[in-house]
């Protein structure tokens, strides 16, 4: 079964809103959470770090005042963009490494609609 | 620079045949290698992890190699089916907690009846 919730799996919105998808590790702690961003027919693209009890950690190009990101407790981080325009309509995954393994899980991912 | 190159970027296949993906990459450190399959709206699901001493790994009827000499790995389907169907994405990491990924861009695979 899944290890990594991720709510909603979609969504749709007007222009100017702002949406709050939330990652949650069902049975394990993750200091570290990953959010994704995915666009129709590419591969998965870093958009931030989440860190549990620290800032998350920004990839080039990705406004930090636009894509909040909370890393509230051990087992859930939360990516709300923020003035929500059609251009961020796209896939939103998040992913948390288990501790200890190698492994890295993917939440079930949010459609986000943008009209 | 981390890179992750997967081919060919688009099969399509008939039902029962089988199929080889394949991924080459240029990554260092090199941790381990992951195959994930991601149906279309869904997040990857896990097929298989290899590290580096790690040669071949099977999950059912996938099959997946790595030639850490030559920086290649490659997912092997056998007596494909209609579910099948999904992207294939190969994933390198790069530090010691895993945790650093660089991906592949992915192979398209669709299975005809």
């Known amino acids: 079964g899944a290890v990594v919730s991720q709510h909603p799996s979609r969504v749709i919105c007007k222009s100017g809103t702002s949406v709050k998808i939330e990652c949650r590790s069902l049975d394990f702690q993750a200091t570290t959470m990953f959010w994704y961003r995915q666009f129709p027919k590419q591969s998965l693209m870093l958009m931030a770090t989440s860190n549990e009890g620290s800032k998350a950690t920004y990839e080039q190009g990705v406004e930090k005042d636009k894509f909040l990101i909370n890393h509230a407790s051990l087992t859930l981080s939360t990516l709300t963009v923020t003035s ?21 899980f993917f939440g079930q991912g949010t459609r986000l609609t943008v009209v | 620079k981390n890179q992750v190159e ?8 008939l039902e029962g045949k089988n ?7 240029t ?3 090199f941790s381990n290698l992951r195959w994930y399959k991601q149906d279309t709206g869904r997040g990857p699901v896990s097929l298989t992890i290899m590290t580096f001493s790690e040669n071949t790994k099977s999950n059912g009827r996938y099959t997946a190699t790595l030639d850490a000499d030559t920086k290649q790995s490659s997912l092997h389907i056998t007596a494909s089916q209609l579910s099948d169907s999904a992207s294939y994405i190969c994933v390198v990491s790069h530090n010691n907690a ?16």
Not at chain 1, 87 to 99: H, N, Q, T, V
């Open chain 1, 84 to 104: 929500a325009h059609p251009e961020d309509s796209s896939f939103y995954i998040c992913s948390a490494p288990r501790g200890g393994r190698t492994e890295a």
């Open chain 2, 19 to 25: 199929c080889t993906l394949q991924c080459n990459y």
């Open chain 2, 27 to 29: 990554v260092s450190p």
């Open chain 2, 6 to 13: 997967q081919s060919p970027q688009s099969l399509i296949i």
């Open chain 2, 98 to 113: 895993g945790n650093m990924l660089t991906f592949g861009g992915g192979t398209r695979l669709m299975v005809k009846p």
